[in-house]
């Protein structure tokens, strides 16, 4: 990272509120209006008026601040003599601020910024930088410490692999409610595809249980897999998904994911398989989706392999299916919902919009909903995780 890059993603986060200041009146003393109004003065070089408006945002609410505001507010007090003193306090706040979106190469160049210039000839600069780089390292011990707990406990949970003569018999292990990670091998390669198997509680291996399958995005941006982040549970899946469906989450990576890789895609149907041999599930079979990627994949599975799945359900998915698969006829007669928001940046809802039409004709259960907003990661809005959670209740029938 680049001196100063810190202080820049500052400015753009205290400045791009401005839009919607200009609606609001000067008047307004709300904390998101003073911050915006702060956020101005800092970058019209004007750090004596920005130190008092962040002053003022901070004495209303100051558990508020994020590590963003608190340091841009500290460099408009750095560079106002008169209010220095709030700049140590503000650093002193930022130090206990948890959890720290930095890392130590971001503190090193914090600590040659010339924008706190005045605060590092000053004796309690070093005391300063030893409390963050040891907030960073409590931090980073605590996360290690998260992730090794979470990978003991989810594959505590994993179930053995049933025995053929169990197979045959129809025959399932109790399993503990929870997360279970398991690694599907692939053939003739070393890789081994991670995924998460949510158990609902009450589930019972003499009950069929509905099955969902989720493919989440960014594939073309994630280098590794994610399996070791304990905060995968706050994926809107598990939450929206029915109280009493198996939850399959496959966890894809750049190199071997649901955009340019066919034996990623080949895979999703061995983990399905591997979960219905290892738990009671649903007859009719899992339902399949997943977001941005991931529902581009969910439809590419529509129309080429709709037979491995019961119904489909596709959010902010791109216009064409990956692979150069063709459209065609999308589901074959089972439900493929999709949802895409008339903001979307990414995938412009006019393209989305064009290619269901040429296309629904053959694809009698393809459903487009627009969502009116959220962009193309509306599903991480207040309102997304109600649309995917309606989804799944029309694909997942009770029995």
Known sequence: MKPLLLLGIT???????????????????????????????LQAQNPCSAAALFEQAFARDSTRANEFELFGAATAAAACPARRALAWRWLGQLSRHRPLRMTPKDLDNVSQDPALAPLQAEAAWPRWLAAMRLALAEQAAAANAAQARWLRETQAR??????????????????????????????????RMPYLVRVPAGYSPAKPAPVVVYLHGGIVSTPQFGHTDPDVVEEPIFAAAPSNALVVYP??????????????????????????ARYRTDPRGPVLGGMSNGGSAALW??????DAFCGFYALSPAPELPLGASIGRLGQGKPCLQFSAEDDTLYPYAAVQAAHAAHRAQAPGWELQAVPKGGHGFLYRPDGPAVLRQALARLCPQP
């Open 11 to 41: 400015y753009a986060l205290l400045a791009g509120r401005a839009a919607s200041a200009q609606a609001q009146a000067g008047t307004s003393t709300t904390y998101e209006h003073l911050m915006e109004q702060g956020g101005a003065q």
């Open 158 to 191: 994993a179930l053995p692999s049933p025995a053929s003569s169990e197979r045959k018999r129809g025959k399932m292990a109790a399993a503990q409610p929870g997360y279970a990670l398991y690694f599907s091998t692939v053939p003739n390669d070393t890789v």
């Open 251 to 276: 966890f894809g990576r750049q190199s071997f994911g649901w955009v340019k890789q066919p034996a990623a895609f080949a895979q999703i149907v061995a983990v399905v398989r591997e979960v219905q």
């Open 301 to 306: 599975f529509a129309s080429q392999r709709p």
